[in-house]
Structure formats: C-alpha cells, structure tokens
C-alpha cells in the first residue's frame, strides 16, 4: 500500500514524546512504513572521525517514526486531518483533505 503523506508535507505528530510537535518530512521509508520528521525524535550519535567528518563527537538527529503517528496538516484549514483521494474531470488523481474538502496538491 503506497504512503498517503508525501517528503515535505507539514505534519503533526498525534502520540508517543513527540505528542504535538510539527515539521515537514525530510524522507520516506515505504518498505517500514516510516517517516523522518524534521524536529521530531532527535537522537544523540556517537561518530568517529572520517573523510567525509574530520570532527568526531555526539551529533543530534531525526530517527524514523512510524507514518501512523502523524496527520498531514491541511495548508488550506489548517487542521490535523485524514488524506482522502478523488479524481478530477481531467482524470487526474488528487489528494483531498477530510475536514474542508480541499484539494492538497495534484498527486
């Protein structure tokens, strides 16, 4: 089943820590089911020094969550809210939102 959130939509985190916090989505895993969130369950890792990052250290950040614990926020209302699907007279297939029925973006 394919992701009904998309990378940099704005979504709005609904359990776990992170309850309430908002960000955009900065990648997609499909095959986990999982989202990295921008802001949103940030981690401390431990690196070593390489070519790529001569400086070692503890470095903060954004692991994977799963996508059922977020909600795309509408652009339009401004709402968390579910992600519907219909089609337009073009035969296009769009995103709608559940609470105003607006179109989010041309899928």
């Given at each position: 089943m394919?992701?009904?959130?998309?990378?940099?939509?704005?979504v709005r985190?609904?359990?776990?820590?992170?309850?309430g916090?908002?960000?955009k989505?900065?990648?997609?895993?499909?095959?986990?089911?999982?989202i990295?969130?921008?802001?949103v369950?940030?981690?401390?890792?431990?690196?070593?020094?390489?070519?790529?990052?001569?400086?070692?250290?503890i470095i903060?950040?954004?692991?994977?969550?799963?996508?059922?614990?977020v909600?795309l926020?509408?652009p339009?209302?401004?709402?968390?809210?579910?992600?519907?699907?219909s089609?337009?007279?073009?035969?296009?297939?769009?995103?709608?939102?559940?609470?105003?029925?607006e179109?989010?973006?041309?899928?």
């Open positions: 394919s992701m009904r959130i998309k990378k940099n939509d704005q985190v609904i359990s776990g820590k992170n309850k916090k908002e960000g989505i900065l990648r997609n895993i499909p095959s986990k089911d999982m990295v969130v921008e802001g369950n940030v981690v401390s890792r431990h690196v070593k020094p390489s070519q790529k990052n001569p400086q070692a250290g903060k950040q954004e692991a994977p969550i799963y996508a059922a614990k909600m926020v509408c339009q209302c401004g709402a968390a809210t579910r992600v519907g699907s089609f337009l007279e073009s035969g296009k297939k769009v995103r709608v939102c559940k609470k105003c029925n179109i989010i973006d041309r899928a």
